[in-house]
């Protein structure tokens, strides 16, 4: 699925969101200010995906890094003017690829993403190869069936939806005050200009 920059997608994009910039936020964890809000990526029905982070000083760190931040990780709140990210290490950020001005998020840059954010929350597995099984295969054949097509727990490319992880991608009023409605309004903007034309 293709990837915009929220303002490539609707270039009037604050008047959905009652004149709310979601890209003048801070970015926090805990109460440490650990960057900000760089920019925001849709997907090409006006689904919020990603928030573009610039991480700046983490602790003692200098670390001056774009990179991707899923939208179920993050928990905005517009009153204080901050995102808070939820469950993120520092670890993580310097494991995640960085992003430049230039660069096309394609599915492999989002399965590099995906795999540094899934390995903070995966569930219990029995090894590579099982596809994401939810048990432990009969006993009657105990050699792992590993297809080199299919990516790390059943995921692959042509197949692939954002769905298949809520914990990064799913949006909820409690973590997302007013998102919600935001992405309704740019949802429902897309779907009267696909119809206009």
Known sequence: MTLFK??????????????????????YLGNDKIGSIDDVLVDDEGQFRYLVIKVGF???????????LPIGCARIDY?????YAKHLTQEQVEALPELTE??????DYEEQVRKIYR????????GVGYAGAQSAPPTVNTAPILDLDVGYAGYDRSSYTYGQDPDLYDID????????IYQQRLVAQRMRQKAEH
Do not use: T
């Not at 008047?15 to 979601?22: G, M, Y």
């Not at 983490?58 to 991707?68: A, P, S, Y």
């Not at 390995?119 to 029995?126: D, G, Q, R």
């Not at 009023?173 to 919600?180: N, P, S, T």
């Open 173 to 180: 009023e409690q973590d997302h005050q007013g998102l919600k």
């Open 79 to 83: 009153g204080d003017r901050r995102v």
């Open 6 to 27: 929220i303002k490539d997608f609707e270039p009037d994009y604050q008047s959905h969101a009652d004149n709310q910039d979601i890209k003048s936020l801070d970015l």
């Open 119 to 126: 390995s903070s929350n995966a569930p219990a597995s029995y």
């Open 102 to 107: 230039d660069m096309k998020v394609d599915y």
């Open 58 to 68: 983490w602790g003692f760190v200098g670390l001056g890094k774009r990179v991707l």
